[in-house]
């Protein structure tokens, strides 16, 4: 997507003056002035929030929540390792725009007061006081060039010009965009690129996805709403309904689950299989076999990465800022695997499933990884409970649960087979064998013989 002149209204272009040379010099510069403003107050629920402080405690916040080589937005800006890139954001507005007016236009329709209270209104309260209009709403011009810069030209081919970002900050840009405290509003955005701008970066929000979907074409209910910021936009694709739930029981009864990781599962005929057409993690199902002795749970394919701890962390600790017990669908997927994963056996069972595709060095780290993430979670009460209670009330089958012996006694070896198929057959020919010497009936051979024994005194 290229962008252009014709990206900003051309109404807004006609309400202002000719551009001074020197609040052009002043927007592209980088931005380092700090001016208190007395009203630059919120005091709705942020949009933005910061990380709890419970959250903090319980998890590293320096490694997972602060950004390591850009700021975007106010909470960390002006930190002193962040200032590298800082310093490039004025360079890589330039080259995003065609024109120093389009800049001056785009900077002029922020600063709108209502637009300013309102984008204000995104982050917690008083955390941008001490910037002035000027300076937060310049902050926010360049922090959306940024963003834009970053997808369009290293993600989706918009330009060969790569020289803004050394291949070593690359990674580290990518998962500092996805960081809780480090947002700009989606609206802002918005202002830049036009009502396109969801269709726009919707290949990056699959790039930036750990739920790996073979199809970009989703089949769930897609939420209308502007997302808040590209956190939100994010968890809006993994949170998507697919379906929704039909439980054929009373919830109210169901005592939970006792079944302790997928090699428990594995043993009574639970298989599992990835969804490939869906990033949605509200999308599990349980599904019988032909002979009622095995059945199959399918669960979204998950990449487990160096990207996948942060992201998950940040993308759950929003839960807990915004989301209801019933919508933190990030959290109860992340129980639910936890609950599955107890060594790295399981983990190589998922792997061999394609369920799960581990890029870090070793299964054993999968299971510490989640291990540390998913400990005293409180994930909704609903979340999956319709598959969890098939996957119980199979486990609990005494006709399952003698299979399973019978595979795992007889049919863990050819020789154990042929073994258990020699003792059945002589057991059977022993049980004919039996039958016709007791109850076979009485033939003329037999009477041929007693008249022999009488006269040949046999």
């Not at 090699?263 to 019988?288: Q, R």
């Not at 998950?312 to 695997?337: F, G, K, P, Q």
Request: net charge negative; hydrophobic share 40%; with cysteine.
């Amino acid at each position: 997507m290229e962008i252009t002149n014709d990206s900003v209204s051309q109404t807004t272009l006609n309400n202002f003056e000719a551009p001074n040379d020197s609040i052009i010099d002043w927007i592209i510069g980088s931005v380092t002035d700090v001016d208190a403003d007395a009203d630059a107050t919120t005091s709705t629920a942020p949009r933005i929030p910061k990380v709890p402080g419970t959250v903090r405690e319980k998890h590293d916040y320096e490694t997972y929540y602060v950004p390591k080589v850009v700021s975007i937005g106010p909470y960390h800006f002006g930190e002193p390792k962040l200032q590298l890139i800082e310093k490039r954001k004025p360079v890589i507005a330039m080259k995003l725009f065609s024109n120093k007016e389009a800049i001056l236009s785009l900077y002029e329709t922020l600063s709108e007061p209502e637009l300013v209270k309102e984008l204000r209104s995104f982050y917690e309260e008083n955390s941008t006081t001490e910037y002035s209009d000027k300076v937060f709403i310049k902050m926010m011009l360049l922090d959306a060039c940024f963003i834009l810069y970053f997808i369009n030209f290293l993600y989706l081919g918009g330009a060969e010009d790569y020289s803004e970002l050394k291949s070593n900050e690359i990674f580290f840009v990518r998962r500092d965009l996805y960081l809780l405290e480090n947002q700009i509003p989606f609206k802002v955005l918005m202002k830049l690129t036009g009502d396109g701008l969801l269709d726009y970066i919707k290949p990056f929000i699959v790039f930036s996805s750990f739920v790996i979907s073979s199809s970009t074409e989703e089949s769930g209910d897609e939420d209308d709403r502007e997302p808040n910021h590209l956190l939100d936009a994010l968890h809006g694709k993994h949170s998507m309904i697919v379906k929704a739930p039909t439980l054929t029981f009373d919830p109210i009864k169901f005592s939970g689950c006792n079944f302790r990781n997928v090699s428990e599962l594995a043993d009574v005929g639970i298989h599992f299989k990835p969804i490939k057409d869906t990033l949605s993690m509200t999308h599990i199902e349980f599904v019988k076999g032909w002979w009622r002795f095995s059945a199959d749970v399918k669960l979204p394919r998950i990449a487990v990465s160096d990207y996948t701890r942060p992201m998950l962390l940040n993308l759950m600790a929003y839960e807990t800022c915004r989301c209801s017990i019933n919508d933190s669908w990030v959290t109860s997927y992340v129980y639910l695997l936890n609950s599955l994963v107890d060594d790295a056996e399981d983990v190589k069972v998922l792997r061999k499933a394609w369920v799960l595709d581990n890029y870090l060095a070793s299964d054993k780290e999968v299971v510490e990884l989640f291990d540390e993430i998913g400990t005293d979670l409180v994930p909704s009460s609903f979340a999956y409970i319709e598959a969890k209670y098939k996957m119980q009330r199979h486990y609990d089958s005494w006709s399952n649960t003698l299979f399973s012996q019978l595979k795992n006694e007889y049919f863990k070896s050819p020789w154990a087979i042929f073994a258990l198929l020699g003792a059945l057959i002589a057991l059977f020919l022993t049980g004919v064998q039996t039958y016709y010497t007791i109850w076979s009936p009485e033939s003329k051979c037999d009477d041929l013989c007693q008249f022999l024994k009488m006269n040949h005194h046999l």
